[in-house]
């Protein structure tokens, strides 16, 4: 199994909500990342669990807040966002070695109203 | 920090015609990869070269990665309509475990 789910595939939300993304993988992957794409662009490093913590914060608003609740789940909490938060949301996952090739999820495409 | 630069940013081309998208990184890297995003679609895994010099083939599509381990190709021979889509080089250096992604090329295959 080479997937990585990510629910929902859409989002629209208004500036006030709070919503959550969802991504999973059973590969027995040790790393997971959040990425932000907007169209015409390459992913965007957001944040990095490595063995369930939290190692990277590519210096994220705090309306982004992320959970690895085990090594198979990672969520992204949003909160009061801005409408040019709108993008594509990748979640991603790799074994913690040399090669650390990206599986990526097929990502949830927020629009913020 | 670490800039991968590829170019070009957008290709045209006609069916059956060649492609190539090159990668320069500012620093050696420990290893590149590539990945391709179909429109609409997520980034997927192509291939990663390691060593100085490697070159890769998968069917139409060779890699290339430099002497220096600071640049990388893709070429594609004789495009088809199914090889539209960005693709994504994507250096490693030292000890980092995470990729610094070029900007993309995007490939647009004319019938």
């Known amino acids: 199994d080479t997937e990585v789910t990510q629910t929902p595939k859409h989002l629209v939300m208004g500036m006030t909500n709070k919503k959550s993304l969802k991504c999973e993988q059973h590969m027995g992957h040790r790393a997971m990342y959040w990425y932000k794409q907007k169209a015409k662009k390459p992913p965007e490093l957001m944040f990095v669990?490595?063995?369930?913590?939290?190692?990277i914060n590519e210096s994220v608003p705090s309306r982004f807040s992320p959970e690895c609740p085990n090594s198979s789940l990672l969520n992204l909490h949003l909160h009061a966002l801005q409408p040019e938060d709108s993008a594509l949301y990748l979640c991603a996952s790799a074994e913690v070695d040399s090669k650390n090739i990206q599986y990526f999820g097929a990502g949830t495409r927020l629009s913020v109203l | 920090g670490q800039q991968v630069m590829q170019i070009p940013q957008y290709q045209h081309v006609q069916e059956g015609e060649d492609f190539t998208t090159y990668c320069n990184s500012s620093?050696?890297?420990?290893?590149i990869q590539w990945y391709k995003q179909r429109p609409g679609g997520h980034p997927v895994f192509l291939i990663q070269?390691?060593?100085?010099?490697e070159v890769k083939k998968q069917k139409r599509l060779t890699f290339q990665f430099g002497e220096a381990k600071k640049n990388s190709s893709l070429h594609i021979t004789a495009t088809q309509t199914t090889d539209v889509g960005t693709y994504f080089c994507?250096?490693?250096?030292?000890?980092?475990?995470?990729?610094?992604f070029g900007r993309g090329t995007s490939l647009i295959v004319h019938p």
């Open positions: 669990y490595s063995y369930e913590k939290l190692s």
């Open positions: 994507a250096g490693l250096s030292g000890g980092s475990y995470i990729p610094t």
């Open positions: 070269l390691v060593k100085s010099g």
């Open positions: 620093t050696t890297l420990s290893n």
